[in-house]
């Protein structure tokens, strides 16, 4: 498997962040926290007012540190999933309006690929599921993801429970092609599907693992916006460490 990527480093970063604040419920100075997280101040700044945006640490009056209602209600023993499930879909419409087009959290479970959650409207139309994803992951952005978070054995014994049928001209139906596309595939950089599932369609994908959990991020253009897609990416890619904190918590 690929090794861990630049969000992932930031959402081990941001939960030891949290695991102190957590630790000192009156109320932690920003110093304190940088030396209990072993972070310098400039990467503790960063952390912090990302975690404030999403909800997970508030900042009292005197300046202190105290955890938000957004890591309670996630680290609650009643009610997580519904939570979990909220606080992502809230993310996602965000990430939707701030690049413009329709996004998607897809995970790898019990041997298939599932889309999750996604967000999408009249101005971010979703991609068309004109054939289902889980048989279709060597023609689409988030499948190629997915797959290539895998080992080698499970990536081939993915592709021989599903034929790879071709679903457009550019759709590669060679596995020894994509086997080698997919062991190549730098996790730093997104996955793209360009008109490969579906015509007038581009997909971008980054990964989001977390443990042994193997996700992904998505988006999708009507490919005359397609030169927006590597922007779009970047933005995927920016906003991965929250999604990521958010399953780990």
Known sequence: MHEPTAPYHSAQDALRVLESVARHPAGAA??????????????????????????????TADGAWITGDTLRRLTSAHGHDGALREKLQHTLDRLRDSVGAAVYISR????????????AGPSAPAVNEWVDFRSSAHATAVGKSLLAQLGHDARRDHLSRHRMARLTSRTITSDTLLLS??????????????QEYAVGTVCAAVPITAGASVGCLAVSLPVEHAHRLRRAADALNRHAAPVLLSLAL
């Open 181 to 194: 596309r997919l062991e190549s595939q730098p996790p730093t950089v997104p996955v793209l599907d360009l």
């Open 108 to 119: 790898y479970e019990d041997g298939e690929v599932r889309v999750t959650q996604y967000a």
């Open 30 to 59: 920003a110093a304190g926290l940088a030396r209990e997280a072993g972070l310098d101040p400039g990467r503790l700044t960063a952390l912090l007012r990302m975690l404030r945006r999403e909800g997970y640490v508030e900042q």
